[in-house]
């Protein structure tokens, strides 16, 4: 899949809440037509109440506020805070919403809303894997408290209309889906498609219909024609057949692959399960190493210090099969090389690296839990539906 980079954009990395959170309140209090906000968790902490606040505020000096929300990731939002919010004037839709308990199992539970969004007077977009809640976690026999560290990129220029559109496209088909009134057509145009500066950037799409497989083909593609180095950070991590072919294949020829994951994970059962992959990447030559100083919630890349992406997709059944997620792809050295010295900072400065000895010297009990774990994952993608594109 050759991605079609559009020229004249200006975009800035955003790391954790510290740079993002700020600099989307500042977008929203500036709009003064149209401000758009999709996300998948909204907790109701000090953080989701500011934006919440910022919102509010753009609706009572008249801004068209749209603010769109997964069923199961922002339930505590939806049950306190979204009809306050809806009567303050913010347009409000929840994406598949929960119908009865969780726990009766649905195939289509699985397919949630996990991109992170924001688009205001189309002069300003915002492309991610911060979600609207604190970013700051309490680990355990710290007193420190550690910002998640996870990435957002700020975008100027023609691609903001590609984020505009996806997310009013997205709009319309929830609005029709949960039987609202047809939503108006009246939009803010773009007010700035010229050029906003040097860097070459394009947004990618997950869903269900014509872009099922856009994100993954996109890393195949880029991991195909790597030559000298990739970085990969990434939270959850659980690929198919096909792109563990491709990660072999690239250190194969010689590419130095560094995978960047988890040591403290908030969902340990598909930590385990994507420890039962360990020896085999190992084998391959791939670099392993696990973050240990706070939770790593980013999922980017860089490949050969010319190409990187920053988004919402993991490299897991659930992101690359079943969620919605968008993420930025940038050709530009100088983006790169930032967001590539990012990454060795945070390696050198609280990752640990894993050789095979290592994991062979890990108590057997600890192995096992990983396989059992593993067959519990493959039981519920299959179930699912997917088990043909986790090993195509």
């Not at 007193?143 to 984020?163: H, K, M, N, Q, T």
């Not at 195909?224 to 020829?253: D, M, N, Q, S």
Request: net charge positive.
């Amino acid at each position: 899949m050759a991605l079609d980079f559009l020229p004249g954009n200006r975009l800035q990395l955003l790391e954790n809440g510290a740079e993002f959170f700020p600099a989307l309140l500042r977008a929203i209090d500036a709009a003064r037509e149209e401000v758009r906000l999709e996300t998948y968790i909204f907790e109701c902490d000090e953080i989701g109440e500011a934006v919440l606040a910022a919102l509010v505020r753009a609706a009572a000096r008249g801004v068209r506020v749209y603010l769109l929300v997964d069923g199961f990731g922002a339930r505590d939002f939806i049950v306190h805070r979204m009809h306050g919010v809806a009567a303050a004037g913010v347009e409000v839709e929840v994406y598949r919403p929960l119908r009865g308990p969780w726990f009766i199992p649905r195939r289509h539970r699985l397919r949630r809303l996990h991109r992170k969004l924001a688009c205001c007077d189309g002069r300003v977009a915002f492309v991610g894997g911060i979600n609207i809640l604190s970013d700051f976690t309490r680990l355990p026999g710290r007193r420190i408290r550690l910002p998640r560290w996870d990435y957002a990129v700020r975008i100027e220029g023609p691609l903001v209309r590609s984020v505009q559109q996806a997310m009013q496209r997205l709009w319309r088909l929830v609005c029709w889906t949960n039987g609202r009134r047809r939503p108006p057509r009246l939009v803010a145009r773009a007010a700035h498609d010229g050029p906003a500066g040097p860097h070459r950037a394009v947004l990618v799409l997950r869903d269900n219909w014509r872009h099922r497989h856009d994100i993954e083909n996109a890393y195949l593609h880029m991991l195909a024609r790597a030559r000298k180095e990739v970085w990969i950070a990434c939270a959850y991590f659980f690929p198919g057949k096909r792109f563990r072919r491709a990660l072999a294949a690239c250190t194969a020829r010689g590419v130095r692959v560094r995978l960047v994951l988890q040591g403290l994970s908030d969902h340990p059962i598909l930590s385990q399960a994507t420890r039962a992959l360990y020896p085999w990447l190992l084998r391959q030559g791939v670099e392993l190493w696990e973050y240990h100083a706070t939770e790593m919630h980013a999922k980017v890349a860089v490949f050969d210090d010319r190409y990187a992406t920053v988004g919402s997709s993991n490299i897991d059944p659930f992101s690359l099969f079943m969620a919605r997620e968008a993420n930025v792809w940038v050709d530009d050295l100088g983006f790169s090389a930032e967001l590539r010295a990012r990454l060795e900072q945070h390696v050198a400065q609280g990752a640990v690296r894993l050789d095979e000895e290592g994991f062979a010297r890990l108590p057997r009990w600890r192995k096992a839990l990983s396989w059992v774990v593993l067959g519990w994952v493959r039981l519920i993608i299959g179930w699912a539906g997917y088990t043909r594109d986790m090993e195509g």
